[in-house]
């Protein structure tokens, strides 16, 4: 069965700080690789995706992937309040569009 | 655009009642999903669609029919709800994937929260 695995947290940083995610999946064939944030109550919304081992950089979110490793992490630079939520990690399964969601993290970024 | 849209936003059913959870999307996706969330846990999908008159099975579809006759609309049904459907119901929609594993941004609706006793 193909699973994606996350700390279920909570992580707890100070504002300001680097806050580091991380997931892992067990579907070797897995391309692309998600990363969503679920405020309490709310749907999830998109924040990064990446599919080439290495760093992706998108403002103060860094998305880092080792497909040898099957190890995908989210950095968060200068950690806001604001960015306290849940953080789902999603791989889509083998080739296809569908995608399995790990449990998610839950993250509290301290005043 | 409204995006994706779902009705209704909460809903009590008894145990063997049944409902249709109602999405519809206005942004011209071919593909849909429908997802339930438990507490704590991460989203199982349930059925998808990649087109009009097309569905398939997602990881935990038992309890749920699912019909695509339109590209705007994907309504879910539960015949004879039971407590073990108690759950958050999202439904999302994404373009078609250039290739399959592609990028394909999944816009989720605002939910539908289900209880049933």
């Known amino acids: 069965q193909k699973e994606v695995e996350q700390n279920s947290g909570p992580l707890s940083v100070p504002e300001g700080a680097i806050a580091s995610l991380n997931c892992t999946y067990s579907d070797r064939g897995s391309q692309s690789f998600f990363w969503y944030r679920q405020y309490s109550g709310k749907s999830p919304e998109l924040i990064m995706f990446?599919?080439?081992?290495g760093d992706k950089e998108d403002g103060r979110f860094t998305a880092q992937l080792n497909k040898a490793s099957q190890y995908v992490s989210l950095l968060i630079r200068d950690s806001q309040p604001s960015d306290s939520a849940t953080y789902l990690c999603?791989?889509?399964?083998?080739?296809?569009?569908?995608?399995?969601f790990g449990s998610g993290t839950r993250l509290l970024v301290r005043p | 655009n409204a995006g994706v849209t779902q009705t209704p936003k909460f809903r009590i059913l008894k145990i063997g009642q049944s409902m249709t959870l109602q999405c519809t999307q206005d942004m011209n996706h071919n593909y849909m999903y429908w997802y339930r969330q438990d507490p704590g846990m991460g989203l199982k999908l349930i059925y998808y669609s990649v087109g009009a008159g097309i569905t398939d099975k997602g990881e935990v579809p038992n309890g749920y029919n699912v019909s695509r006759s339109t590209t705007e609309d994907f309504p879910l049904r539960l015949e004879l709800a039971a407590p073990s459907q108690t759950s958050v119901y999202f439904c999302?929609?994404?373009?078609?994937?250039?290739?399959?594993?592609?990028?394909?941004?999944?816009?989720f609706g605002p939910g539908t929260r289900l209880t049933v006793l």
């Open positions: 999603a791989v889509n399964v083998g080739s296809s569009y569908k995608l399995i």
């Open positions: 990446i599919y080439s081992n």
């Open positions: 999302a929609s994404s373009y078609s994937p250039n290739d399959p594993g592609g990028y394909n941004e999944q816009f």
